[in-house]
């Protein structure tokens, strides 16, 4: 299974809106509602941000949404802050009962 | 509140097994219906799932470690382990736990990582 496709940076000013993009096939991204998207900060574990594509667990800021279209699923940061500076990784359950992630995205607040 | 923790060698030499418990605390691991997976991230990389095991004792491996891998639980002692055979330095990596419910495909509690670095 290949890893999920995902731009490498993505930039924003404080208060913008910032999108990731994560690209896969229809045996994983596109055949399945269950993408999910996790925030990593240096040096910590990785924390779920949205779930089954658009679902924020308890806890999450509503500034985080995530949709999907076809292969591709996307992850919105709106109203931008200092504290959302981190990695974002995509991942999706698989045809074949597996878990395959994204290349991972480097969120810079300008 | 569900917490893991993993532990083993810090340190594996090339061609052995590395081997790493997960211990999980607040709740019992056979209790309800959860999978518990083994997730890794080479420094500087992005994360690659390796495999996970239900609580009944299934598993499911990615099929680029499957013929390397085994995944296995210990209810008495509330752990489940990952065991990696002919290691070599591409599998030195940030090794995580992680845990999913059953019908609820995504990791909600992740253990806090540790280093496996593989060298002679």
């Known amino acids: 299974q290949s890893a999920l496709t995902q731009p490498a940076s993505v930039s924003g000013s404080p208060g913008q809106s910032i999108t990731i993009s994560c690209t896969g096939t229809s045996s994983d991204v596109g055949g399945y509602n269950y993408v999910s998207w996790y925030q990593q900060h240096p040096g910590k574990a990785p924390k779920l941000m949205i779930y089954?594509?658009?679902n924020r667990p308890s806890g999450v800021s509503n500034r985080f949404s995530g949709s999907k279209s076809g292969n591709t699923a996307s992850l919105t940061i709106s109203g931008l802050q200092a504290e959302d500076e981190a990695d974002y990784y995509c991942s999706s359950y698989t045809s074949s009962s597996t878990y395959v992630f994204g290349t991972g995205t480097r969120v810079s607040v300008l | 509140q569900v917490q893991l923790q993993e532990s083993g060698p810090g340190l594996v030499k090339p061609s052995q097994t590395l081997s790493l418990t997960c211990t999980v605390s607040g709740g019992s691991i056979s209790s309800g219906s959860y999978y518990w997976s083994w997730i890794r991230q080479p420094a500087g990389k992005g994360l690659e799932w390796i495999g996970r095991i239900y609580t009944s004792g299934s598993t499911n491996y990615n099929p680029s470690l499957k013929s390397r891998v085994t995944i296995s639980v210990d209810t008495s002692k509330n752990q489940f382990s990952l065991k990696l055979s002919s290691v070599t330095a591409a599998d030195t990596a940030v090794y995580y736990c992680?845990?999913?419910?059953?019908?609820?495909?995504?990791?909600?509690?992740w253990g806090q990582g540790t280093l496996v670095t593989v060298s002679s």
């Open positions: 089954d594509v658009s």
């Open positions: 992680a845990r999913n419910s059953y019908g609820f495909l995504y990791f909600d509690y």
